[in-house]
């Protein structure tokens, strides 16, 4: 009797092992196709290993999937799978950068006032790196929603102390009211027309 429970406790742990393996390769060729920009390919293979994959190892595939909605520019499909990465995911640091895409991809759909609530859903120090990203975020959905007066207020903020003509520039941009037209939610984001590099802060790539 203890020797068949064996042998199928032994059965199953073998068989697991061998899915878990599979699950992994299945997720590694879908990152060959995410890098080499065949997305579609990617979000398939990916979807297939979060088919398979357990709630809590399933946040890394998830998170993927909406990357790669992101990616082909559906940005209604990557908040509904932000948002049940978000949830899976234990990390605070990876839940931070999830609200982040999140907020990204309500500005691109001009669904700004949805922005604005994950973005101060984000709790970090004001003059912080990480802070002026946010505040970077803000002034975006600000600027869609036409409050161009809380946009200037974040824009200033979000400057990084070394751009020490920005705040000139940023005051002198918001005295033109011809400046003032409804943005193009497709445009990656307003200020990276007006100050040349600030996109890149978007993906916390630009250094205080």
Same mark, same amino acid.
């Given at each position: 009797?203890?020797?068949?429970? $064996?042998?199928?406790?032994? +059965?199953?742990?073998?068989?697991?092992?061998?899915?878990?393996?599979?699950?992994?390769?299945?997720?590694?060729?879908?990152?060959?196709?995410?890098? +080499?920009?065949?997305?579609?390919? %990617?979000? !398939?293979?990916?979807?297939?290993?979060?088919?398979?994959?357990?709630?809590?190892?399933? %946040?890394?595939?998830?998170?993927? /999937?909406?990357?790669?909605?992101? =990616?082909?520019?559906? $940005?209604? =499909?990557?908040?509904?799978?932000?948002?049940?990465? &978000?949830?899976?995911?234990?990390?605070?640091?990876?839940?931070? #950068? /999830?609200?982040?895409? =999140? %907020?990204?991809? $309500?500005?691109?759909? #001009?669904?700004?006032?949805?922005?604005? /609530?994950?973005?101060?859903?984000?709790?970090?120090?004001?003059?912080?790196?990480?802070?002026?990203?946010?505040?970077? !975020?803000?002034? +975006?959905?600000? &600027?869609?929603?036409?409050?161009?007066?809380?946009? #200037?207020?974040?824009?200033?903020?979000?400057?990084?102390?070394?751009?020490?003509?920005?705040?000139?520039?940023?005051?002198?941009?918001?005295?033109? =009211?011809?400046?003032?037209?409804?943005?193009?939610?497709?445009?990656? $984001?307003?200020?990276?027309?007006?100050?040349?590099?600030?996109?890149?802060?978007?993906?916390?790539?630009?250094?205080?």
């Amino acid at each position: 009797m203890y020797r068949i429970l $064996f042998i199928i406790v032994s +059965s199953l742990g073998t068989i697991f092992t061998c899915l878990s393996q599979d699950i992994s390769n299945t997720v590694s060729l879908g990152d060959r196709y995410y890098d +080499s920009g065949q997305i579609s390919e %990617a979000l !398939y293979t990916y979807q297939r290993a979060a088919f398979f994959t357990q709630t809590g190892a399933n %946040a890394e595939v998830l998170l993927k /999937i909406a990357n790669c909605f992101v =990616k082909e520019g559906n $940005f209604e =499909k990557s908040i509904e799978y932000f948002d049940h990465a &978000y949830y899976a995911n234990p990390d605070d640091s990876v839940k931070t #950068e /999830i609200l982040f895409s =999140k %907020a990204n991809a $309500f500005i691109q759909t #001009e669904n700004y006032h949805f922005a604005l /609530i994950e973005l101060l859903g984000i709790n970090t120090a004001e003059g912080s790196l990480l802070g002026k990203r946010r505040a970077l !975020y803000l002034a +975006s959905a600000y &600027y869609g929603l036409e409050d161009y007066s809380n946009a #200037e207020s974040y824009f200033h903020k979000a400057m990084p102390s070394s751009k020490t003509d920005a705040a000139d520039r940023i005051t002198a941009i918001f005295n033109r =009211k011809g400046n003032f037209y409804r943005p193009n939610p497709k445009a990656a $984001f307003w200020m990276s027309v007006f100050l040349p590099g600030s996109g890149q802060f978007y993906s916390g790539d630009w250094a205080a």
